[in-house]
């Protein structure tokens, strides 16, 4: 299969007003990220390089997101803002594709990361130069669920790399990791969904692949 355009899966960890996972605030906030995961996926659904940076915040981690990431406020007290840390993301997407326009960020949901780096990019007074249109990963899995008769009430990254016989390259909840699983995820979901048709198969068994050829 050949895809259109490149892709960033990326992930993000960030801090939290949430001090513990027993305490959860009425309003939570995500403000600053503390950690950015990317992957590179050319357009023949191939991953081709990885990014993985750590990023000092404003504001301290609490011990929820120190105990949930393993990322503490010792860890990240010595690397670059997010200002920095932004300049060399750019610079390393663009030393494998032609400009910003060329390549579609992916991420699991869209509805946190590409908020809250759009957020920091605003923070800091920069330029966003991503494109306005971002892949959901989160959609193509209940995609590909769906398509193969599999449950879709249940779309977190662990259970899909479950799944898909995925097995992380180390803890969930750090951004390197959940970026390459996601982009694991997108590698398959893509490569079944173009290869034909699911039909149904035995009663609660996913279904049958079944490749129409001329």
Not at 112 to 125: A, E, N, Q
Request: with cysteine; hydrophobic share 35%.
């Amino acid at each position: 299969m050949k895809i259109s355009t490149e892709l960033i899966v990326f992930d993000l960890e960030s801090t939290s007003n949430q001090e513990t996972k027993y305490e959860k605030p009425k309003v939570q906030t995500n403000n600053f990220i503390i950690e950015i995961g990317a992957v590179l996926i050319n357009k023949n659904l191939e991953i081709v390089d990885e990014f993985q940076h750590f990023v000092k915040p404003e504001e301290s981690i609490t011990p929820f997101i120190e105990e949930l990431t393993g990322i503490s406020n010792d860890l990240v007290h010595k690397e670059p803002t997010w200002e920095q840390v932004a300049s060399k993301f750019e610079q390393w997407a663009l030393s494998h594709t032609k400009n910003f326009k060329s390549v579609r960020l992916c991420a699991w949901g869209n509805y946190f990361d590409i908020p809250l780096l759009r957020k920091c990019y605003s923070h800091y007074g920069m330029y966003y130069p991503w494109s306005g249109t971002a892949l959901d990963c989160k959609t193509i899995a209940f995609l590909w669920c769906a398509l193969s008769g599999r449950r879709t009430d249940k779309l977190s990254v662990e259970h899909l790399a479950s799944l898909m016989n995925i097995s992380p390259e180390g803890n969930y909840h750090r951004a390197i990791v959940d970026a390459q699983v996601q982009a694991k995820i997108i590698q398959k979901a893509l490569k079944d969904l173009s290869s034909g048709y699911f039909l149904p198969n035995t009663e609660n068994k996913p279904y049958d692949l079944l490749k129409i050829c001329k």
